[in-house]
């Protein structure tokens, strides 16, 4: 056999093991391709990114600015406002139910104990 016959696998080059970037390198494309001055395709090329790519990067950093730009300063919508009163007196149905609850786990020790320990019952 000569060695000019192309294997099946010949006309595809290396296998490339898919590329992760952190949020910053992505970032840092971004900015770079941003300025006007440095041509894009220099910047796809040495990243070895695709200009897909870099649609995706630009997209994802334009949600994530909407994201943060759109949330508003101040108290979350799904806390509500309790006055001074109120939580007083929720506080305190607390302190009674927790007390009530103890007392009810010491009425049941003392059934348990005396269904399955002493003899003086029999």
């Known amino acids: 056999m000569s060695s000019s016959t192309p294997t099946p696998n010949s006309n595809k080059g290396p296998l490339k093991k898919r590329r992760f970037l952190s949020a910053d390198k992505k970032f840092q494309i971004y900015l770079e391709a941003q300025d006007p001055n440095t041509p894009v395709g220099e910047i796809l090329r040495r990243e070895g990114l695709f200009s897909t790519d870099l649609a995706r990067i630009r997209q994802q950093v334009k949600e994530g600015a909407l994201l943060r730009l759109g ?52």
């Open 71 to 122: 949330v508003r300063p101040g108290r979350a919508k799904d806390q509500p406002n309790v006055t001074a009163e109120a939580y007083e007196a929720l506080k305190n149905e607390l302190q009674q139910k927790e007390r009530a609850l103890a007392d009810q786990a010491v009425e049941l020790a003392i059934l348990r104990k005396k269904t399955s320990g002493g003899s003086w019952d029999r």
